[in-house]
């Protein structure tokens, strides 16, 4: 068999596990750095005491902190606001303690702390459309959810929610961060809800590249390592696993696995929505992909057998409903609603999903059925296994209202 052609993006030095934390003032010393700047979340690394202990460990190194806090996806006041106050503090290191939103402006204020102008100017399809030079102060990221996969990208999505809103990235190669922590004792106090939908988001990214028309043999093998790791223990997360420190290992190398998969065979429909969903109306990313992936791959899954029946994507639907089918145990489809058919099989087990976890429909933040065309405009099918015709993309829109 002839082999395509293919690249593959390069991956940080990563350091994952339990307690690996405690690498941190050493990798922070290998970028001679004293000066500190932590990104952070919201309450649950406060509450979990991590801060103060991560706080106490840098200081007792002699290194010293500042501490600013993204509560939502950053927007690009909230960047731009935040170099102005740092930009005259000698940072020497950023480091980003907490879920996607936190990674991504950890890694969009290392990339613009070194410079002057707004991030708007670098946005994709935003602005000036400035490339992004790769200066940057060296960035550390240190994921405490399940969900993005950021801290292996190259790029920071910046949000700006409302009427006109965006969803876009500032991107350079060498805005990967520079090193990545993955502890898993930093995750067990993520909510339930939060890691369905980030479990969902990662989950999504893994599949999304698996299906691909762009993958590889190898970005095949590590979304396919990532789907083995999370789907026995996405339930377990968001349920009696919550603080399994195992459960939450098999998440977080999900996670990690989806954001290189991502970089190496692009995304499909599911993250076509996100992008208007997510400028136009206040969702949450994770909410986003989990509560339109089992539609997705319903409507793809037909569309393939319909119009292309010899598309690629339909043996890998069926693969993916066999490893579904092994794990039934765990994935918790009533026997009455299991269809004989694999492929089918795999939908419907997203589908169950999506109930089970709660997953919120687009309604709950304010979609309609007049939205539709305003969304459908800027959707695309970027990597769908099938380029989806309009009527079937609101299919899957409307089947979430």
């Known amino acids: 068999m002839r082999m395509k052609p293919f690249n593959f993006a390069n991956i940080p030095p990563l350091y994952f596990g339990q307690g690996q934390r405690s690498v941190l003032p050493d990798l922070i010393a290998q970028f001679k750095g004293q000066n500190v700047l932590l990104v952070i979340g919201g309450r649950s690394l406060q509450t979990g005491g991590w801060l ?86 060296p960035y550390i990221a240190m994921p405490t959810t399940s ?4 801290e292996v990208t190259q790029n920071a999505v910046i949000s700006e929610v409302g009427n006109n809103g965006y969803k876009k990235s500032i991107r350079h190669p060498k805005l990967v961060p520079d090193a990545i922590i993955v502890d898993s004792e930093l995750l067990v106090r993520c909510p339930a809800a939060i890691t369905a939908a980030c479990g969902m988001d990662a989950l999504t990214q893994l599949i999304e590249a698996y299906l691909s028309p762009t993958a590889s043999p190898l970005s095949d093998a590590i979304a396919w390592s ?43 429909v599911v993250h076509g929505f996100a992008s208007p969903l997510g400028g136009l109306f206040p969702i949450p990313h994770g909410v986003v992909c989990g509560t339109l992936m089992g539609a997705a791959m319903q409507t793809t899954w037909q569309a393939m057998q319909t119009r292309e029946p010899r598309n690629p994507g339909i043996v890998k639907m069926q693969r993916l409903g066999q490893l579904l089918r092994q794990q039934q145990a765990l994935t918790d489809v009533p026997d009455s609603t299991i269809p004989e058919e694999d492929g089918q099989y795999f939908c419907a087990v997203l589908t169950h999903w999506t109930t089970q976890l709660e997953i919120p429909r687009l309604s709950t933040y304010g979609v309609t059925r ?11 099918n970027r990597n769908n296994p099938i380029q989806l015709q309009r009527s079937e993309l609101q299919t899957i829109l409307e089947t979430r209202l």
């Open 147 to 150: 969900g993005t996969g950021s």
């Open 370 to 380: 007049g939205d539709s065309d305003r969304i459908l405009a800027q959707t695309k």
């Open 226 to 268: 990532g789907i083995e790791s999370i789907t026995p223990n996405l339930l377990l997360a968001c349920g009696p696993g919550q603080a399994n420190l195992d459960v939450r290992a098999g998440m977080a190398y999900g996670s990690l696995m989806s954001g290189i998969a991502l970089v190496n065979a692009g995304l499909g």
């Open 52 to 137: 103060n202990l991560i706080d106490q460990q840098l200081n007792t190194a002699g290194i010293t902190t500042a501490i600013v806090n993204c509560t939502s996806e950053p927007s690009p006041a909230f960047i731009d606001q935040t170099c102005r106050t740092y930009r005259d503090q000698a940072i020497d290191v950023v480091i980003g303690i907490g879920g996607g939103s936190v990674v991504d402006a950890g890694k969009a204020i290392s990339a613009m702390l070194p410079h002057k102008n707004s991030i708007v100017d670098h946005l994709e399809g935003v602005g000036a459309g400035i490339p992004h030079s790769g200066q940057k102060i």
